[in-house]
């Protein structure tokens, strides 16, 4: 990378005369990263009467896996790092405004001194809340896509000057999830809900078993043991109703000294075996699958918990150390994460043939990570560029060690040609031409053209793939190139 960040063009007229110093930004777990010249702000005047006068991008906590808010040699405005985080909660119309310094954990605590919560979120809080609305980041459940939620929201065009969509506005949609091709966004005002109590049950079972015991339930993921059978998969699965009268929370666990015991007992500290042991996870699971283990739990959760929808135990899953069902999920720190959404009603059969696929791989010495997870978005989003904008979608997330990320860009690149209607997730998938067809020409033009309309200065510089997918002009590095040759 060194080389091209020294000759990128995309310097502001300002920058090069203080020479500010360049700074390496990195996504999560380190893959893309690139050196940028970091510029942080503490009033939205300022904001402005910078982008004014410079190129620019735009970077969150800088969280996304696939790196599209990694921009290399140019000035990056980081939100995150900045503190325009005002957060006020209009109890009145039950909606919440926030800046781009927010983050999720502190829009949710405000929220919760006035009785109210977001709709659906991720299962992480660090990410600034804009960040994470702009690349699509979504729950699962209803109103699945976090985006769905915002009711308004103000950015400053290349001029530095505001402006102010709303739901209604023909462009609002755009804008809404635009992955930084629209931007700095300087406020955004989300739809709240109140708070709930949940039955919130959690089996390791059959896929085979999965429609009948999720029946009813107004949200359902499911993670599948990657190395097991592919006929029918062992799983995990969780599934929230609201919590009825009566209902207690309960638990059921195989006979001690039992083999079903046994495979517990090494599933629970799988977790560790699988950081410390990679080559044993597919014997191990493998063994899971033989012995065909079943269990069961409900919990009922505290209407006050903030991450209830992936930890239903109450306080935050970060104060406690990892058990089976919340544990096995916790690959935050250790794995690469690549997820794409696809149509709801598919969702087993990709599943089936990730299993085969990943297992003919073997023999290439290649072991996905951890499970193979599956978030239903059980509706439709009305953002032309959410996932789930043409219908139902599960969102599949993939894992493998940091190293071999690129074997999970490899199984994207299979899924896109052997399935269709496969649509990106915009912080976690590679972002590639061949999501163009599910995306919709038009609906890729009404971005572009918007970006066009905003930034008619070029001063707003996005991530290069981005640029290369929606036409945003040549991506830098092939210009840097250039340059290098010319000299
Ligand atoms: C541990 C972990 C767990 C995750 N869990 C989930 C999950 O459960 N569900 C899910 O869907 N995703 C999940 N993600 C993905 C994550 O939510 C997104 O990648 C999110 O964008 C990260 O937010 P950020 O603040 O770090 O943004 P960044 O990664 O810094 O930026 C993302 C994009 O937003 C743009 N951007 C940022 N701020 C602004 C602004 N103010 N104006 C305009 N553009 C802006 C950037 O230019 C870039 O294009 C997870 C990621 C991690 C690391």
Same mark, same amino acid.
């Given at each position: 990378?060194?080389?091209?960040?020294?000759?990128?063009?995309?310097?502001?007229?300002?920058?090069?005369?203080?020479?500010?110093?360049?700074?390496?930004?990195?996504?999560?777990?380190?893959?893309?990263?690139?050196?940028?010249?970091?510029?942080?702000?503490?009033?939205?005047?300022?904001?402005?009467?910078?982008?004014?006068?410079?190129?620019?991008?735009?970077?969150?906590?800088?969280?996304?896996?696939?790196?599209?808010?990694?921009?290399?040699?140019?000035?990056?405005?980081?939100?995150?790092?900045?503190?325009?985080?005002?957060?006020?909660?209009?109890?009145?119309?039950?909606?919440?405004?926030?800046?781009?310094? /927010?983050?999720?954990?502190?829009?949710?605590?405000?929220?919760?001194?006035?009785?109210?919560?977001?709709?659906?979120?991720?299962?992480?809080?660090?990410?600034?809340?804009?960040?994470?609305?702009? /690349?699509?980041?979504h729950g699962y459940g209803?109103?699945a896509?976090?985006?769905?939620?915002?009711?308004?929201? /103000?950015?400053? !065009?290349? =001029?530095?000057?505001?402006?102010?969509?709303?739901?209604?506005?023909?462009?609002?949609?755009?804008?809404?999830?635009?992955?930084?091709?629209?931007?700095?966004?300087?406020?955004?005002?989300?739809?709240?809900?109140?708070?709930?109590?949940?039955?919130?049950?959690?089996?390791?079972?059959?896929?085979?078993?999965?429609?009948?015991?999720?029946?009813?339930?107004?949200a359902t993921s499911?993670?599948?043991?990657?190395?097991?059978?592919?006929?029918?998969?062992?799983?995990?699965?969780?599934?929230?109703? +609201?919590?009825?009268?009566?209902?207690?929370?309960?638990?059921?666990?195989?006979?001690? #000294?039992?083999?079903?015991?046994?495979?517990?007992?090494?599933?629970?500290?799988?977790?560790?075996?699988?950081?410390?042991?990679?080559?044993?996870?597919? +014997?191990?699971?493998?063994?899971?699958?033989?012995?065909?283990?079943?269990?069961?739990?409900?919990?009922?959760?505290?209407?006050?918990?903030?991450?209830?929808l992936?930890?239903?135990?109450?306080?935050?899953?970060?104060?406690?150390?990892?058990?089976?069902?919340?544990?096995?999920?916790?690959?935050?720190?250790?794995?690469?994460?690549?997820?794409?959404?696809? +149509?709801?009603?598919?969702?087993?059969?990709?599943?089936?043939?990730?299993?085969?696929?990943?297992?003919?791989?073997?023999?290439?010495?290649?072991?996905?990570?951890?499970?193979?997870?599956?978030r239903e978005l059980?509706?439709?989003?009305?953002?032309?560029?959410?996932?789930?904008?043409?219908? +139902?979608?599960?969102?599949?997330?993939?894992?493998?060690?940091?190293?071999?990320?690129?074997?999970?860009?490899?199984?994207?690149?299979?899924?896109?040609?052997?399935?269709?209607?496969?649509?990106?997730?915009?912080?976690?998938?590679?972002?590639?031409?061949? #999501?163009?067809?599910?995306?919709?020409?038009?609906?890729?033009?009404?971005?572009?053209?918007?970006?066009?309309?905003?930034?008619?200065?070029? !001063?707003?510089?996005?991530?290069? =793939?981005?640029?290369?997918?929606?036409?945003?002009?040549?991506?830098?590095?092939?210009?840097?190139?250039?340059?290098?040759?010319?000299?």
């Open positions: 990378m060194g080389i091209l960040d020294k000759v990128l063009p995309g310097r502001s007229k300002k920058d090069i005369l203080s020479e500010k110093a360049a700074e390496r930004i990195h996504s999560w777990m380190k893959v893309f990263f690139g050196d940028v010249y970091p510029h942080r702000f503490t009033s939205d005047e300022k904001l402005a009467d910078f982008i004014r006068e410079n190129e620019y991008s735009c970077v969150g906590q800088s969280h996304s896996y696939n790196g599209v808010q990694v921009v290399p040699g140019m000035n990056a405005v980081l939100m995150g790092k900045s503190t325009l985080d005002e957060c006020d909660c209009n109890v009145s119309s039950g909606t919440i405004t926030c800046g781009p310094s /927010t983050t999720i954990e502190e829009l949710k605590r405000v929220l919760l001194e006035h009785d109210l919560k977001m709709f659906n979120s991720g299962n992480y809080m660090a990410q600034t809340v804009i960040g994470a609305l702009v /690349t699509g980041t209803e109103k896509t976090m985006a769905d939620g915002i009711t308004e929201l /103000t950015f400053l !065009n290349g =001029r530095g000057m505001p402006v102010t969509l709303k739901r209604g506005d023909p462009d609002f949609p755009y804008a809404a999830i635009s992955f930084g091709t629209i931007g700095p966004i300087i406020s955004v005002t989300l739809e709240a809900t109140e708070l709930v109590s949940y039955q919130s049950d959690a089996w390791i079972t059959r896929l085979s078993k999965k429609d009948l015991l999720k029946k009813g339930s107004v499911w993670a599948v043991v990657p190395y097991s059978d592919p006929e029918d998969p062992l799983i995990m699965l969780h599934s929230l109703r +609201p919590a009825s009268e009566g209902k207690q929370a309960q638990k059921t666990k195989p006979k001690l #000294f039992s083999w079903s015991w046994l495979a517990m007992l090494i599933i629970e500290r799988y977790w560790a075996i699988d950081r410390m042991f990679p080559r044993f996870r597919r +014997p191990l699971q493998r063994l899971a699958n033989r012995l065909n283990i079943r269990s069961h739990r409900r919990t009922i959760t505290d209407k006050r918990d903030l991450d209830y992936y930890d239903p135990e109450p306080l935050l899953k970060s104060q406690r150390s990892p058990d089976i069902l919340t544990g096995l999920f916790s690959t935050t720190h250790t794995a690469y994460n690549l997820a794409f959404h696809v +149509p709801l009603d598919r969702a087993e059969d990709v599943v089936k043939f990730i299993m085969i696929e990943v297992e003919k791989w073997q023999s290439l010495r290649f072991y996905m990570k951890s499970l193979i997870g599956v059980s509706d439709k989003s009305s953002l032309p560029l959410a996932g789930n904008f043409r219908g +139902p979608t599960a969102a599949i997330d993939l894992f493998a060690d940091t190293r071999d990320y690129a074997w999970l860009e490899r199984l994207q690149r299979e899924v896109l040609s052997y399935f269709d209607d496969v649509r990106p997730h915009w912080g976690k998938s590679a972002i590639v031409p061949e #999501f163009a067809g599910s995306l919709g020409y038009e609906e890729m033009e009404r971005l572009s053209d918007l970006h066009r309309h905003h930034y008619p200065e070029g !001063n707003l510089k996005p991530n290069e =793939r981005v640029r290369k997918l929606f036409d945003l002009g040549r991506p830098m590095a092939s210009a840097s190139i250039e340059m290098v040759r010319s000299d």
